[in-house]
């Protein structure tokens, strides 16, 4: 019996989202049946965290015990046969016992690509999301700074989330723009329901000048949702890295 | 009664193609529809022509006649405000009475876009082709310079076509390589049935040494269909461009 740790790209767009549900088509629900047919086994994929509808990832992380003795190349190779198209095993390890994908994780890393101005892209239109305003860099930049650190987070989650502590700790928040194309990126000990899209919202609007740097401060310090900006598309969205203790990066 | 010229980006993953067919989802369907609404006018848009389901394009041109007095600007916005999001009308023009975008036509250009080994990409899998072989690009360059020129096609054409002409002339094939992937260009003055698909998977089964050139000439000077390579999927492949007369590019 060993503990395998999964990382994992999929595209969001034709998925009800991370968690298997019954009827729906989840990367939980397509990986797990994967992992039935492979091995025979009737298992629970651990996913480090739900990714909702129309969100993508480039490096989810899932841990799943099983019996089979199949090699962790054989494992990956047999798995990625049976897999849609739209979604794909890319590493395969034997972790220690004691590794949950969940509980393990200590920082996250989620991107979030943004086109700004010009027509929209009719082709891209799952894999990136459509800003029609035009936007300050510098105003973003500005913002974006006094969200990094620890803080109670409460003004940019939306609400239907039982969590009872708000508080969360952001090590890094960038923007890079090529273009037309802005990438946001985040990384943190953990985000709450929407957190990720939401910053960035609120981050697009203090770029049009729609909200001030108080507003961003009021949102953090009142824990005001309607201080903040709005929630952006689930389609800019992708989980990039998770990060467990003891790996160098 | 104007005469309008209509260019189009599409993402075809969600789409039964160009052609408009009772009871699917096809570009031309979703454009006729906009454009009753907007107009009232109950018409039939001209494409340059057909794309296969789970094509794209960048640059399709459709023209239609319309009795309605509005403005270019406001066509473009009015189409574009209630387009799904895979189809965007980059722009329309009016265009001279006997305009039409099929028989107009001149040139057209495609593209073709091919990730070669490494891991197969889950996020682009509707947008990308995978090929799992390693290609050498000096070879496909040698093979592709045969194809330019006006040849008889037959043998870079599916089955199933009720065409009798197969003489085309390629005026350009190039192909740029940035990392794994490879972006093959093509233009000519009209295109079989998959020739494109074909053409690109010769090429790359010359590229991995399955084909030799001597097996490029045969399938062009016997017109053997079994001599050129595999038909590439619908995914990799954009329509990218199509010229008319006096047009600068």
């Known amino acids: 019996m060993r503990n395998?740790?999964?990382?994992?790209?999929?595209?969001?767009?034709?998925?009800?989202?991370?968690?298997k549900q019954d009827g729906k088509r989840t990367v939980q629900g397509q990986i797990e049946e994967a992992l039935k047919t492979v091995t025979g086994e009737d298992v629970t994929l651990n996913g480090s965290g739900r990714t909702d509808k129309g969100v993508h990832a480039l490096g989810q992380v899932a841990s799943v015990i099983l019996e089979s003795p199949i090699t962790v190349e054989g494992l990956k190779r047999a798995l990625n046969n049976i897999l849609p198209e739209d979604v794909f095993v890319k590493k395969v390890e034997v972790a220690d016992d004691n590794?949950?994908?969940?509980?393990?994780?200590?920082?996250?890393?989620?991107q979030y690509v943004?086109?700004?101005?010009?027509?929209?892209?009719?082709?891209?239109?799952?894999?990136?999301?459509?800003?029609?305003?035009?936007?300050?860099?510098?105003?973003?930049?500005?913002?974006?700074?006094?969200?990094?650190?620890?803080?109670?987070?409460?003004?940019?989650?939306?609400?239907?989330?039982?969590?009872?502590?708000?508080?969360r700790e952001i090590f890094a928040l960038s923007i890079k723009k090529r273009g037309r194309i802005f990438t946001f990126e985040v990384t943190g000990n953990g985000f709450l329901y929407n957190m990720v899209r939401i910053i960035v919202g609120t981050l697009?609007?203090?770029?049009?000048?729609?909200?001030?740097?108080?507003?961003?401060?009021?949102?953090?310090?009142?824990?005001?949702?309607?201080?903040?900006?709005?929630?952006?598309?689930?389609?800019?969205?992708?989980?990039?890295?998770?990060?467990?203790?003891?790996?160098p990066n």
Chains 1, 2 share one sequence.
């Not at 590794?99 to 989620?110: E, G, V, W």
Request: glycine share 8%.
């Open 114 to 167: 943004v086109q700004v101005g010009g027509d929209r892209s009719a082709v891209k239109n799952t894999t990136l999301t459509y800003f029609p305003y035009a936007v300050d860099l510098k105003k973003m930049e500005d913002a974006a700074a006094l969200l990094i650190g620890k803080h109670n987070f409460k003004g940019f989650c939306s609400s239907g989330t039982t969590v009872k502590d708000f508080e």
């Open 99 to 110: 590794f949950h994908a969940r509980f393990s994780a200590k920082r996250k890393t989620y």
């Open 4 to 19: 395998f740790k999964l990382t994992i790209e999929y595209n969001g767009a034709n998925f009800s989202g991370w968690q």
């Open 204 to 247: 697009l609007d203090v770029g049009r000048e729609k909200l001030s740097l108080q507003d961003v401060k009021d949102a953090l310090e009142l824990g005001k949702r309607e201080c903040a900006g709005q929630t952006m598309a689930a389609c800019g969205l992708y989980l990039k890295k998770v990060e467990y203790l003891s790996e």
